[in-house]
């Protein structure tokens, strides 16, 4: 079987369990509904396997290969910035190449391990069928996400995540919470959606195509032919316009407050949207855009920067989160931060490698969360567990492994990648040692509020509910199986990328045809020998002992205590707690003015009424413009004329629309009557 020329099924096995389960699921019993939503990816990620096998056989240089459907629209020429003509038309079309094999061995293996556990986690909740009809939906919109040829495929799946995370998040409908979780990462997602829009049309302004291996080619042959030069205002706008929705899509600072209040939606949605589907779209697409950040180093000095403030910023408020699941979300923030200051270091195979590789320990943590969860009859705060280690075991065997891994444990997955950006921070001639610090800080920070997590859970007294102690239990097997091939993805994972110090990456090489430097002016890089490498990777790992030294001592040989908790970080405790009061200023600046700005345009002021009564100009004018005039007059205004319109238009018809029988038999009559007479006198 040619598994290249069916890449196009990939994205379709999922659509096809939506609509399955969207149309009968509701009348058949839920083990069928779970069959076939977690069949249909398994499908997904067979054809994944076979085609990136049969990929693998081509010559480096010739992996890619493109199916095209149909085509989409064409829009004839098209006037480029540079001046030139060129036909615009869209292909529907799908590519495999290095960088979207990756990607669809993570979204569809790790993804269907999420469907499996999910017909575990949900089975008792309502709405079984509508749960995995969204996950298919959501498999659906990323496999077009990462497998489209072109930059507009690419945002159909872009926007098809989002749809499905607003349906997801807010799953649980009937709470406030979770309604207006959906709403923030609906509404945040559209404000990054926004920059994202502008740089596919400038793309298309530039270069005439939005296809990325059109795109590509016309950077190299614009450099060539000089063009295009290094720092243009174009590249440096479209990188900036492309980072703002990688912003909002990964939940970088200032757009990541959305991603924490995710956790309201249930824990197999934050696992996907975490670990395999959503948050990893936004490195996908600057990856997958590398040729126009090489253009632009002033752009990835931006992605650098905001990457390595935002895994400072987000592991500092996980510091101190109770809520399991809060800790593991901000720690998602603070490590999609690694992946953007890989990206704009220049190193983009190692940001690729650390999404992999996350994938894996992040998706382990978060369904070992939902384990916890489970057996503690939902509860997720820490503060009411411990000792729980040899009541649910499995569980704790596979979430330690997953806590060695992203603290990143020599040997485990989590110590390749993050050390590799690590290493590329300080030694690429695009890094600084001021990044390098932060990310080493980082790390640190990383395996302290990890090892606090799985010490306040697992170890020490026991603080659970007297009501909830005697009924907890180990998960059923559909939960724990997805654990334990996830953990030996933890720890197995990381040697497709082993350093150069311990024979070179794989992973690297596989990727060079994407990421293929274009001729361009580039600063010398410092010889570094060896042991200098050896040396940053030992750093980084006597750091996270450090770290895991701190939070043994503090949370394991001490059970815990919230007033020395408070007491050792003084006055910063409140602010980690309360998350640097970010979402209040959000509301100050922007929600709450919202909602004056909304209240003044349907608010009808009194002044209105007293100036036209009592014939005041003025008096009527300050009270339209401080009142709801737009609501009242130009909204309803055109309501009311179009009603009014239709109605008058309607009136002839009205006049035998009596809702009287004997009004209709009559007119009937009177018909019939007029075509006999027009038969029997009208005609010659």
């Known amino acids: ?31 069928v509904v779970g069959a076939i939503a977690s069949g249909m990816v398994l499908l997904s990620f067979i054809f994944s396997a076979g085609a990136v096998f049969q990929l693998l056989q081509l010559d480096p240089q010739q992996r890619s290969h493109t199916v095209k459907l149909y085509q989409w629209f064409n829009a004839g020429a098209v006037r480029t910035a540079g001046g030139p003509l060129a036909q615009f038309s869209i292909d529907w079309a799908y590519l495999l190449d290095p960088l979207s094999s990756v990607m669809i061995l993570v979204v569809t293996g790790i993804g269907f391990l999420i469907h499996v556990y999910s017909t575990g986690y949900m089975h008792d909740e309502d709405g079984f069928y509508r749960f995995f009809a969204y996950l298919n939906l959501f498999m659906f919109s990323m496999l077009t996400l990462v497998l489209g040829n072109n930059y507009l495929m690419m945002f159909i799946g872009w926007e098809g995540v989002g749809l499905c995370s607003y349906l997801l998040i807010g799953y649980y409908f009937h709470k406030r919470s979770a309604g207006d979780a959906a709403k923030k990462a609906f509404i945040v997602n559209r404000v990054g959606d926004w920059g994202l829009s502008i740089g596919i049309m400038l793309i298309l302004r530039t270069f005439g195509s939005l296809e990325f ?29 492309l980072f703002v929705g990688a912003a909002g899509k990964s939940a970088q600072i200032p757009l990541y407050v959305w991603l924490p ?60 989160q109770n809520d399991i699941k809060r800790v593991l979300a901000y720690s998602t923030v603070s490590q999609l931060g690694y992946m953007f200051l890989a990206l704009g270091v220049g190193a ?3 940001g ?18 939902g384990s916890v969860i489970h057996a503690m009859h939902h509860e997720q705060d820490m503060r009411k567990m411990g000792a729980l280690r040899n009541r649910i075991p499995w569980t704790f065997w596979t979430m330690l492994v997953g806590t060695l891994a992203i603290a990143g444990t020599p040997g485990l997955a989590g110590f390749f990648s993050k050390d590799e950006i690590l290493w590329q921070s300080f030694s690429s001639p695009q890094g600084h040692i001021v990044l390098w610090l932060i990310g080493v800080t980082v790390a640190g920070m990383t395996s302290f509020y990890m090892f606090r997590l799985l010490f ?41 990328g082993l350093p150069s110090w311990l024979g070179g990456s794989a992973f690297e090489r596989f990727l060079e045809p994407v990421f293929e430097p274009l001729p361009i002016p580039r600063p010398a890089a410092t010889p570094y020998g060896a042991g200098v490498e050896i040396g940053i990777a030992a750093v980084s790992v006597v750091v996270a002992l450090i770290g895991f030294g701190l939070a043994y001592s503090k949370y394991c040989k001490r059970s815990w205590e919230e007033q020395r908790e408070v007491r050792q970080y003084g006055p910063f405790y409140k602010l980690f707690l309360n998350k640097w009061y970010i979402d209040e200023l959000y509301d100050a600046l922007f929600v709450n003015r919202a909602k004056d700005a909304g209240r003044s345009l349907w608010r009808f002021d009194a002044k209105i009424v007293d100036g036209a009564v009592n014939g005041t100009a003025w008096s009527t004018v ?41 009004n209709y038999a009559l007119v009937m009559i009177v018909g019939v009557l007029m075509f006999i007479g027009y038969v029997l006198w009208g005609t010659p």
């Open 456 to 496: 306040m859970t697992f170890f020490g007294e026991s603080r659970v509910d007297h009501h909830t102690e005697p009924h907890i239990h180990e998960s059923p097997a559909s939960m724990i199986l997805p654990l334990v091939v996830l953990a030996v993805g933890a720890v197995l994972a990381g040697y497709v």
């Open 213 to 241: 291996k059109v795109v590509g080619d016309s950077v190299r042959a614009g450099v060539i032919s000089g063009g295009f030069h290094v720092s243009d205002t174009i590249f440096i706008t479209i990188a900036l316009a």
């Open 352 to 369: 690729v490698f650390h999404l992999m590789t996350h994938a894996f320990f992040k998706a382990l943590l978060f369904l070992g969360s």
């Open 622 to 662: 300050e009270g339209a413009l401080g009142s709801g005039w737009w609501d009242r007059w130009i909204v309803d205004g055109l309501v009311r004329l179009v009603g009014g319109f239709i109605k008058t238009l309607s009136w002839p018809v009205r006049l035998i629309e009596t809702g009287y029988t004997q």
């Open 348 to 350: 983009f195979s190692a």
């Open 261 to 320: 209040d995710a956790m309201e939606g249930p824990t197999p949605v934050s696992a996907l949207i975490h670990a395999a589907t959503m948050v990893t779209a936004g490195v996908y697409m600057v990856s997958r855009s590398n040729f126009i950040y090489q253009m632009a180093p002033e752009a990835m000095t931006v992605v650098a920067v905001v990457g390595a403030l935002t895994a400072l910023f987000a592991a500092s408020i996980g510091l101190v």
């Open 1 to 31: 079987m040619n598994f290249l020329d069916l890449i196009w099924l990939i994205p379709l096995f999922p659509a096809i369990g939506f609509v399955v389960n969207g149309l009968i699921g509701k009348r058949v019993p839920k083990t």
